[in-house]
């Protein structure tokens, strides 16, 4: 049974510091990409970072460069979502995310449910 679960978020000032954890099990870690994305209020869902399976590489969204670092600890199951100088924007639902290929047909996205970080004064 894949899991996963999402810790870390809260509230925090502008300028703030948050690091969000996500569990993960069900799967073989090691062998898969992850993803972080993020739903503001009213919004739609948006991709935050990926990071490649042996987390010999990232991607993060326009807005999030330069902020966010997501890495990984292949021998946890985790993946981890580093937040600096956090903006009132950076409010939403932080998900953890992932995607299985069970044949070459029918790949499965599987989604975590999510913690929530709020930024404000």
């Known amino acids: 049974q894949v899991r996963l679960v999402e810790s870390g978020g809260g509230l925090v000032q502008p300028g703030g510091s948050l690091r969000l954890s996500c569990a993960a099990s069900?799967?073989?870690?090691?062998?898969?990409?992850m993803n972080w994305y993020r739903q503001a209020p009213g919004k739609e869902r948006e991709l935050v970072a990926t990071i490649t399976s042996d987390g010999g590489s990232t991607n993060y969204g326009d807005s999030m460069k330069d902020r966010f670092t997501i890495s990984r600890d292949n021998a946890k199951n985790t993946v981890y979502l580093q937040m600096n100088s956090l903006k009132p924007e950076d409010t939403a639902v932080y998900y953890c995310?992932?995607?299985?290929?069970?044949?070459?047909?029918?790949?499965?996205?599987?989604w975590g449910p999510g913690t929530q970080v709020t930024v404000s004064s």
């Open positions: 995310n992932t995607l299985l290929r069970y044949s070459i047909s029918r790949i499965v996205p599987y």
């Open positions: 069900g799967f073989t870690f090691s062998t898969v990409a």
